[in-house]
């Protein structure tokens, strides 16, 4: 079965600054999704970037980006010139390639952005 | 509407009691997933729809709870007998199928007493 472990419950960050979350998983499968959510306290989960396994290259959004190491099966979220709004529980999800994308979650890390 | 809905917004209820959350998909999107989420937890799979058919029901955690999509579209979750275990925000996501990005509605949070 697959697993997806966020060791850091809690971080913080200047207003301006970088911030990396870090994230592990377990899978045998050699195709899956990796994806970075963000939930504020409204509850609404935002998806905020996402990574094919197949894919080398890290995926980027803006502000945002991931480093995907596969062999190591790490997966951390860098967040560049942090805002006051980037405030929130950000989850680490893992996805399955088949038609069935059920998503496994990591318990999250809340992240506090300090002006 | 333009995202996906779920209602109630919040339910409390008494122990006992038998509860309906309903969830209104993204139009189109065939695939709805139902998730848990405990406090201070990440959420749990609770039940897959492709369709009106559940293709997997492996996350519903004994059979007090039931999950129906009988037109393809609005899905109710179902839990009888609640207990208070089972308080927790119940999210619903949509996608457009086949691997698609999963869209989340707000939740609904269910307080059992």
Known sequence: AQTVTQSQPEMS??????????????????????????????????????????????????????????????????????????????????????????????????????? | GAGVSQTPSNKVTEKGKYVELRCDPISGHTALYWYRQSLGQGPEFLIYFQGTGAADDSGLPNDRFFAVRPEGSVSTLKIQRTERGDSAVYLCASSPGLGGEQFFGPGTRLTVL
């Open chain 1, 13 to 115: 960050v200047q207003e301006a600054e970088t911030v990396t979350l870090s994230c592990t998983y377990d899978t045998s499968e050699s195709d899956y999704y990796l994806f970075w959510y963000k939930q504020p306290p409204s509850r609404q989960m935002i998806l905020v970037i996402r990574q094919e396994a197949y894919k080398q290259q890290n995926a980027t959004e803006n502000r945002f980006s991931v480093n995907f190491q596969k062999a190591a099966k790490s997966f951390s979220l860098k967040i560049s010139d942090s805002q006051l709004g980037d405030a929130a529980m950000y989850f680490c999800a893992y996805g399955g390639a088949g038609n069935n994308r059920k998503l496994i979650w990591g318990l999250g890390t809340s992240l506090a952005v300090n002006p």
